[in-house]
C-alpha cells in the first residue's frame, strides 16, 4: 500500500537532456527540445557528435548526405514542411509501400508538372497487378 505522502509532488520528470542512459523508443514519449539556439553547448555537442560518428562510419554515403543537407538548405519553409509531412508518411509504410513509392518518386522527379499529374491519375485508376507490372518496369533507383 503507498501512501499519498510517498509519492513524489509534481510533475512527473522529463527525459535526461544530456548524458549516457537509454532512450524512450518513441520520440512522441520525450519532452519537445528547444530550437538549436537555445540548446546547451553540451546538447549541441551531442547532435554534432552522432552526425560526425555517422559521417566517418559510413565513407560511401557522405555524398549523399551532403546533397540531402544542401537541399534541405535550398528549400523553402513550405518545401520543409511538405518534406516532413512526406517523411512522416513514408516512416508510417510498409516495406512494399515504401518500394512503390520509392519507384514513383524517382519517376515523378524526371517528369514536368503535366506529365507527373497524368501519372498521379493513371496511378489511382490502376489494379494492383497492374501496379505491379508497372513497378517492374521501373524499379526504384539507387540513391
Known sequence: MTLAQDRP??????PPIDGPGPRAQDPRDETPMPEWNQLTQQQRQVMIDALRERWNDVPEERPKMYRHARRWLDMTPEQRKQAKAGMDRFRNMTPE?????????DRMRTL?????????????KMSPDERSSWLREHPPVED
Open 97 to 105: 509501400q515504401r518500394g512503390e513509392a520509392r519507384a514513383l518518386f
Open 9 to 14: 509532488t509534481g510533475p512527473p520528470p522529463g
Open 112 to 124: 514536368n508538372p503535366q506529365q507527373r499529374n497524368e501519372l498521379q491519375q493513371r496511378w489511382q
